[in-house]
């Protein structure tokens, strides 16, 4: 009997970058939170920063465009955080509360562990690991 690919290699990927990035469908665990919600993003907003003041883009305008192709990654992990969390996408409106939505977010979405298990979002992310 062999084991899937996901179950011996711990760096397997659990779900391809563009569904990541792109689908609000499905869970992702406090580590795919981290390493895709939060790191790569970064990684991408200081990347596009430096081609805009390489391209000799204002500031300003650098800042804006970079926020918005960077919205709906941030979106879509965020909501599948919060699916696998077995909440409604809508939660993460809860961004929108100055200083206490944001903190909220932060602790229930990196913090605390999704439901153990498969939910109505989809198999538990963990499980597939």
Do not use: C
């Not at 960077?70 to 992990?77: G, M």
């Amino acid at each position: 009997m062999t084991l899937p690919q996901h179950a011996t290699d711990p760096y397997a990927e659990a779900m391809p970058p563009l569904r990541m990035f792109f689908s609000l469908r499905g869970r992702v665990s406090r580590r795919q939170y981290w390493l895709f919600g939060v790191l790569a993003l970064i990684g991408l907003a200081f990347l596009g920063h430096a081609l805009l003041d390489i391209a000799r883009v204002r500031a300003q305008t650098a800042d804006l465009l970079v926020n918005l192709l960077l919205v709906w990654p941030a979106l879509a992990v965020s909501v599948k955080r919060w699916h696998d969390r077995d909440k409604s996408g809508w939660w993460v409106l809860l961004n929108l509360l100055p200083v206490i939505g944001w903190l909220w977010a932060l602790v229930d979405n990196g913090f605390l562990r999704g439901t153990p298990g498969p939910n109505r979002f989809g198999a538990d992310p963990l499980a597939q690991q």
